[in-house]
């Protein structure tokens, strides 16, 4: 079975341009999550989908994120306009069943801004 | 503010000694609790989760938890070099919008455990 699958692993790129960031799930399953390390800080919830609907949103810092799961397969979470402190391991986990116990997470994207 | 609390470390245990970590939460809510083991630059593996009152074994390792004193803790028997890591202590949170179903989770720093050969 493959994992949960990330890319780009790394990403570097200038205050005010766009990233997107992309994170294909272990197939069948429903719940797909986006978590954020910032350097020194604990990884921290941004947002859950179940299936192709937004589950909760409410750790998302702000308005220059934005995240879709069309079709309720792969997921990308796009940032614009990138600023300094967006720069962080941005980690996505899916589950199979309803009650979200036994993520599996993906190896993460190192985005850095400068 | 829902805070997971863990000692960022590093803690240091010989090999073939029990590695003691330990975690603290604040809200009293939470119900489901996790462990897991991040090797650097690799991803969050899970490798304990704990529900209820009690000690949960798992080969060398068991999970403590005390909802009273909101305290979470892991022990490693045995402890081996490959046991060095990064372990996070992480709670179910509940959303205020789900109606149900998965939830995220609140995850402390982690603590930086080195065993020594």
């Known amino acids: 079975e493959a994992g949960v699958t990330q890319f780009p692993s790394h990403s570097v790129i200038e205050k005010g341009q766009t990233v997107t960031l992309r994170c294909d799930p272990i197939?069948?399953?429903?719940?797909l999550y986006w978590y954020r390390r910032v350097m020194g800080k604990e990884i921290k919830f941004l947002l859950h989908?179940?299936?192709?609907?937004?589950?909760?949103e409410s750790g998302m810092p702000n308005n220059r994120f934005l995240a879709e799961r069309t079709g309720g397969t792969y997921s990308t979470l796009k940032v614009q306009p990138a600023e300094l402190e967006d720069s962080g391991v941005y980690f996505c986990?899916?589950?199979?069943?309803?009650?979200?116990?036994?993520?599996?997470f993906g190896s993460g994207t190192r985005l850095t801004v400068v | 503010q829902k805070e997971v609390e863990q000692n960022s470390g590093p803690l240091s245990v010989p090999e073939g000694a029990i590695a003691s970590l330990n975690c603290t939460y604040s809200?009293?809510?939470?119900?489901?609790f996790f462990w897991y083991r991040q090797y650097s630059g690799k991803s969050p593996e899970l490798i304990m989760s704990?529900?209820?009152?009690g000690d949960k074994e798992d080969g060398r390792f068991t999970a403590q938890l005390n909802k009273a004193s909101q305290y979470v803790s892991l022990l490693i028997r045995d402890s081996q070099p490959s046991d060095s890591a990064t372990y996070l202590c992480?709670?179910?949170?509940?959303?205020?919008?789900?109606?149900?179903?998965?939830?995220?989770?609140?995850f402390g720093k982690g603590t930086h455990l080195i065993i020594q050969p």
């Open positions: 197939s069948g399953h429903d719940n």
């Open positions: 989908f179940v299936k192709e609907s937004k589950q909760d």
């Open positions: 986990a899916s589950s199979q069943d309803l009650t979200g116990y036994g993520y599996t």
């Open positions: 992480a709670v179910n949170i509940k959303s205020s919008t789900s109606g149900g179903g998965a939830d995220g989770l609140t």
């Open positions: 704990i529900y209820s009152n």
């Open positions: 809200d009293r809510g939470s119900q489901s």
